[in-house]
């Protein structure tokens, strides 16, 4: 058998049985098994799969497996967990300055969503280069890609972020005609456009920690950011007169949330230099093929971002016809939906790095697993958390809203949330999956399609032809079928297998 390389600075412990994956101690990154062990990693992996009804597994997954997908995901689970509680907490922060203050600041997060939305796709192809290299036993090249997609960063998100700061005053009042909302909206907006270059960065080294098995660094590196947001937007929305800050109101929130992105920006460089250096990270330049490679995985997928904010835009503007309250209530809502699915993104991540890898390595049995396996695991682990906002809608949202009638709109929207969220789960997973293995084209045809085709369509008719009787359960019913549709086509995607003969170099 060929000898082991090791990414740089692994201490290799026993080998884990899945993938040619070794285990490693605490804290420390993982080493990769060389090409000689593809035989035997396709070995293991179809003894762990016969092994999948023994009485240690799980629905039909054997504990090893799971052990490999939780050590993959819980990381990045946990990271995106405590992003959504700090969501849900400058929700609340911002839900104290009343009904227009929560629609203001919904509208200029979409409108946020929209400007930073390119450069997030550049994650999925770090994530599915990188993944390739580790797999191909090419550690030394595993950060190549990562360099690319920051220089890339810089020269887009810069331009970007100084466009859409001096364009907010007049791009705001074209989505709501209500001028208390305008007013939150547009210094919201202008504080959080200032951090659209940092945000790209995080996303593509997201995407990197995820392809080289260090997801840790990605969950530590969140947690730094949320006590920082926190803090600083506490401090500013409501002021603290001892120390002569004042009230600053949605700016505040904007400028808390705006400092702690460009910090988590700075940490994960600090990190690339101790973490990755020897992978190639700030010291190897990228080839005119790096570049090639990573924008024909990227621009797919950036696409697909930017024309799924701006559906999302799109969304609020279409909602804002039917009043304030309703836009207060849509914008709750998609922040719960996201506490609800985001951490099935964690699990999806896993499960594009897993199958990446095997890919990688050659082990087309074992990437075509991983996904069926990941999306056991996360429809399981969703349906108790989806029965919460099932069963429990108005608890849940009078801590965010404190007007009556928004509450009363958001109620059943939120009933069909929680009944679903286990084919989001689905979704998600086969989604990243797809992404991980470079299929991205095929995804984003679905992305749009189903959004631009068929709900926003489906929405603006609704909205501007059927009044009285089309109201927001109407709208978020619609909304909740394409998300549905969306995961019964990312499984019939993954199933076709059609992914199975994508190279990347």
Not at 20 to 32: A, L
Not at 133 to 142: D, F, K, L, S, T
Not at 259 to 283: D, H
């Amino acid at each position: 058998m060929a000898p082991t390389v090791r990414a740089p600075g692994v201490v290799v412990g026993r080998r884990a049985r899945q993938g040619g994956v070794r285990r490693v101690g605490r804290g420390e990154s993982r080493g990769v098994a060389s090409r000689g062990g593809g035989e035997e990693a396709r070995d293991r992996a179809r003894e762990s799969e016969r092994g999948g009804g023994e009485p240690g597994s799980f629905l039909g997954v054997s504990k090893d497996r799971v052990e490999t997908v939780m050590t993959q995901a819980l990381p990045v689970m946990g990271g995106m967990a405590s992003q959504n509680v700090l969501n849900l907490a400058d929700s609340v922060m911002v839900g104290r300055l009343g009904t227009e203050a929560v629609a203001g600041v919904g509208l200029a997060s979409s409108v946020n969503f929209q400007c930073q939305a390119a450069l997030q796709g550049i994650s999925s192809g770090v994530q599915a280069m990188s993944a390739r290299r580790i797999g191909e036993n090419r550690p030394e090249v595993a950060a190549v890609p990562l360099n690319a997609a920051l220089v890339i960063i810089v020269l887009l998100g810069v331009p970007m972020a100084i466009a859409a700061f001096v364009s907010a005053p007049s791009v705001v009042p074209t989505l709501t005609a209500d001028p208390a909302v305008v007013a939150a909206a547009v210094p919201y907006l202008r504080a959080r456009v200032c951090a659209v270059p940092a945000v790209g960065i995080n996303f593509a080294f997201r995407g990197f920690w995820n392809a080289v098995q260090q997801p840790q660094i990605y969950m530590n590196t969140l947690l730094a950011m949320h006590t920082v947001n926190v803090s600083v937007s506490l401090a500013l929305i409501f002021g603290v007169p001892a120390l002569k800050i004042p009230a600053l109101g949605v700016l505040g929130a904007g400028v808390g949330t705006a400092t702690s992105v460009w910090l988590g920006s700075l940490l994960y460089i600090r990190m690339g230099f101790i973490r990755a250096k020897e992978m190639g990270f700030g010291v190897k330049l990228p080839s005119a093929d790096d570049f090639k490679t990573l924008i024909a995985q990227a621009a797919p997928t950036s696409i697909t971002n930017l024309l799924f904010a701006t559906g999302m835009t799109t969304l609020y503007w279409i909602v804002g016809k039917l009043g304030t309250s309703e836009t207060a209530a849509v914008n709750v809502l998609i922040n719960l939906m996201l506490t609800l699915v985001l951490p099935c993104m964690g699990m999806g991540l896993a499960a594009g790095a897993l199958s990446g890898r095997a890919l990688g390595r050659g082990d087309v049995e074992d990437a075509t697993q991983w996904p069926w396996d990941v999306s056991k695991l996360t429809a399981a682990m969703m349906v108790g958390v989806g029965a919460a906002a099932a069963f429990f809608p108005e608890t849940l949202l009078r801590c965010f809203l404190t007007d009556p009638a928004a509450v009363a709109k958001a109620t059943l929207p939120l009933r069909f949330t929680g009944a679903t969220v286990a084919f989001d789960a689905v979704s998600l997973t086969m989604q990243n999956a797809l992404l991980g293995v470079g299929d991205a084209p095929r995804v984003a045809f679905i992305s749009i399609a189903t959004q631009w085709l068929l709900f926003l369509p489906a929405a603006f008719l609704g909205v501007t032809r059927c009044q009285p009787w089309f109201n927001m359960n109407w709208l978020w019913g619609l909304y909740v079928a394409q998300r549905v549709l969306q995961s019964i086509l990312y499984t019939r995607l993954w199933h076709a297998g059609k992914w199975k003969s994508i190279k990347l170099a």
